[in-house]
Protein backbone atom coordinates (compact mmCIF):
# COMPACT_ATOMS: atom_id res chain seq x y z
CA UNK A 1 0.00 0.00 0.00
CA UNK A 2 1.46 3.46 -0.74
CA UNK A 3 0.59 5.90 1.89
CA UNK A 4 1.38 9.18 -0.45
CA UNK A 5 3.37 11.85 -0.15
CA UNK A 6 3.29 14.44 2.83
CA UNK A 7 1.64 17.71 1.20
CA UNK A 8 3.75 20.89 2.46
CA UNK A 9 7.03 18.96 3.59
CA UNK A 10 8.63 19.40 0.30
CA UNK A 11 9.00 22.51 -1.93
CA UNK A 12 9.36 20.58 -5.21
CA UNK A 13 6.55 17.64 -5.20
CA UNK A 14 6.73 16.83 -8.99
CA UNK A 15 8.28 13.31 -8.61
CA UNK A 16 5.37 12.34 -6.88
CA UNK A 17 2.63 13.44 -9.04
CA UNK A 18 1.56 11.24 -11.91
CA UNK A 19 -1.82 11.84 -14.39
CA UNK A 20 -3.59 9.15 -15.32
CA UNK A 21 -7.26 8.55 -16.50
CA UNK A 22 -9.44 6.30 -15.13
CA UNK A 23 -13.29 5.46 -16.70
CA UNK A 24 -15.39 4.25 -14.08
CA UNK A 25 -18.22 1.63 -15.05
CA UNK A 26 -21.79 2.04 -13.81
CA UNK A 27 -21.94 1.57 -10.14
CA UNK A 28 -18.07 1.76 -9.94
CA UNK A 29 -16.72 3.41 -7.18
CA UNK A 30 -13.58 5.91 -5.92
CA UNK A 31 -13.37 6.66 -2.23
CA UNK A 32 -10.31 8.99 -1.29
CA UNK A 33 -9.66 9.63 2.61
CA UNK A 34 -7.12 11.10 4.40
CA UNK A 35 -4.93 9.23 7.11
CA UNK A 36 -7.25 10.77 9.68
CA UNK A 37 -10.30 8.42 8.91
CA UNK A 38 -7.97 5.01 9.43
CA UNK A 39 -6.01 6.31 11.68
CA UNK A 40 -9.19 7.62 14.22
CA UNK A 41 -8.48 5.88 17.35
CA UNK A 42 -10.85 4.05 19.91
CA UNK A 43 -10.63 4.36 23.52
CA UNK A 44 -8.62 1.43 23.76
CA UNK A 45 -6.21 2.98 20.82
CA UNK A 46 -7.27 0.76 18.16
CA UNK A 47 -7.10 2.60 14.68
CA UNK A 48 -10.39 2.67 12.68
CA UNK A 49 -8.27 0.97 9.72
CA UNK A 50 -8.06 -0.23 6.31
CA UNK A 51 -10.06 -3.21 6.48
CA UNK A 52 -13.16 -1.64 8.58
CA UNK A 53 -13.01 1.41 5.88
CA UNK A 54 -13.40 -1.58 3.32
CA UNK A 55 -16.18 -3.25 4.89
CA UNK A 56 -18.57 -0.21 5.93
CA UNK A 57 -17.65 0.34 1.56
CA UNK A 58 -18.41 -2.96 0.70
CA UNK A 59 -22.00 -3.34 3.05
CA UNK A 60 -22.83 0.06 1.28
CA UNK A 61 -21.84 0.29 -2.42
CA UNK A 62 -25.43 -0.45 -3.61
CA UNK A 63 -26.48 3.50 -2.16
CA UNK A 64 -25.58 7.05 -3.66
CA UNK A 65 -21.97 8.74 -3.29
CA UNK A 66 -23.36 10.93 -0.44
CA UNK A 67 -24.94 7.85 1.36
CA UNK A 68 -21.95 5.76 1.54
CA UNK A 69 -19.74 9.12 2.78
CA UNK A 70 -21.97 9.56 5.78
CA UNK A 71 -22.16 5.80 6.67
CA UNK A 72 -18.51 5.99 6.99
CA UNK A 73 -18.55 9.03 8.79
CA UNK A 74 -20.68 7.68 11.08
CA UNK A 75 -19.12 4.46 11.28
CA UNK A 76 -15.59 6.29 12.32
CA UNK A 77 -17.38 8.51 14.87
CA UNK A 78 -19.58 5.91 16.30
CA UNK A 79 -15.54 3.73 16.59
CA UNK A 80 -14.05 6.47 18.44
CA UNK A 81 -17.10 7.04 20.27
CA UNK A 82 -16.42 10.00 22.80
CA UNK A 83 -12.50 9.97 21.82
CA UNK A 84 -11.00 13.36 21.02
CA UNK A 85 -10.60 13.83 17.05
CA UNK A 86 -7.06 14.57 16.62
CA UNK A 87 -6.79 14.60 13.11
CA UNK A 88 -9.11 15.80 9.49
CA UNK A 89 -11.62 13.22 8.41
CA UNK A 90 -11.92 13.88 5.23
CA UNK A 91 -13.73 11.38 2.72
CA UNK A 92 -14.53 12.21 -1.18
CA UNK A 93 -16.59 9.05 -2.69
CA UNK A 94 -16.93 8.99 -6.49
CA UNK A 95 -19.70 6.67 -8.22
CA UNK A 96 -20.27 6.61 -11.54
CA UNK A 97 -23.99 6.77 -12.33
Not at 3 to 10: A, S
Not at 49 to 71: F, H, P, Y
Request: hydrophobic share 40%; aromatic share 8%.
Amino acid sequence: MDPGFPIGLDSDISPFLAEEKIYLKPGEIVLLYTDGVTEAENVDGVHYGVDRLCQILSQNWQKSAEAIRQDIINDVLCHIDQQKIYDDITLLVLKQR
